[in-house]
């Protein structure tokens, strides 16, 4: 157990319909990051918040994803109008601004049918 | 960042060595090498960065060239629990801001699978 945490860790839905996932960082990380990761691959970057700002999001954010994180704790990422190729591992890491690694929690699948 | 290539598969017998190589040819003279492994179904998990000196934490070493073009990872004593995907990422300094922010980007890695 990393201290970051992820709700739901598992999501299957109907193509079409919106999902939300969050994450509860430690405590004391100002920086958030989202990573998609498909079966087989490598995580890949969605989008970084420092703080409460948004300030990198991956050209793989299309208009249907965005991310949120209110008072520079917890976030949210919501997919609306779901795709079979949403399907993924949604991914949460977060750090200190100087530190070295990133903590990642145990990810959300998600499963759309 | 500059591009890591690893090899896709290796195998390891419990309680030998695994050395694990990372080529990093066009890495720059501020980017660090990092390593992360993933075990299955859960998320990725630090083990150790280095910038050109070799570094040794509770997990593992890290030997980087003298030309910084490609390091090992060492698990001196590689138990079942070793067997993951270990990923090799080259990233600048942390507080780097600009477009890097400091995320991180995977390749494919190398899967290790150590063996009774």
């Known amino acids: 157990d990393t201290g970051v945490s992820q709700d739901p860790r598992h999501k299957i839905t109907k193509r079409g319909q919106n999902v939300t996932f969050r994450c509860d960082p430690i405590?004391?990380?100002?920086?958030l990051y989202w990573y998609r990761q498909t079966l087989g691959q490598g995580p890949e970057f969605l989008t970084y918040?420092?703080?409460?700002?948004?300030?990198?999001k991956s050209r793989l954010l299309s208009d249907r994803f965005s991310a949120e994180r209110p008072k520079g704790s917890f976030s949210t990422l919501e997919i609306q109008r779901t795709e079979q190729g949403d399907s993924a591992m949604y991914l949460c890491?977060?750090?200190?601004?100087?530190?070295?690694?990133?903590?990642f929690g145990p990810g959300t699948r998600l499963t759309v049918t | 960042d500059a591009k890591t290539t690893q090899p896709p598969s290796m195998d390891c017998a419990e309680g030998r060595a695994a050395n694990l190589p990372c080529n990093h040819s066009?890495?720059?003279?501020?980017?660090?090498v990092y390593w992360y492994r993933q075990i299955h179904s859960q998320g990725p998990q630090y083990i150790i960065h280095?910038?050109?000196n070799n570094e040794t934490n509770e997990m593992a070493s890290l030997i980087i060239t003298e030309d910084r073009k490609s390091s090992t990872l060492i698990l001196p004593h590689a138990t079942l629990r070793d067997t993951a995907v270990y990923y090799c990422?080259?990233?600048?300094?942390?507080?780097?801001?600009?477009?890097?922010?400091?995320?991180?980007?995977f390749g494919q890695g190398t899967i290790l699978t150590v063996h009774p």
């Open positions: 890491a977060t750090s200190r601004d100087t530190a070295y690694e990133q903590y």
């Open positions: 405590s004391e990380h100002n920086r």
């Open positions: 918040f420092q703080n409460e700002a948004q300030l990198e």
């Open positions: 066009t890495i720059s003279g501020n980017e660090y």
């Open positions: 280095g910038l050109k």
């Open positions: 990422i080259v990233r600048g300094p942390p507080g780097a801001g600009g477009t890097s922010y400091g995320k991180l980007t």
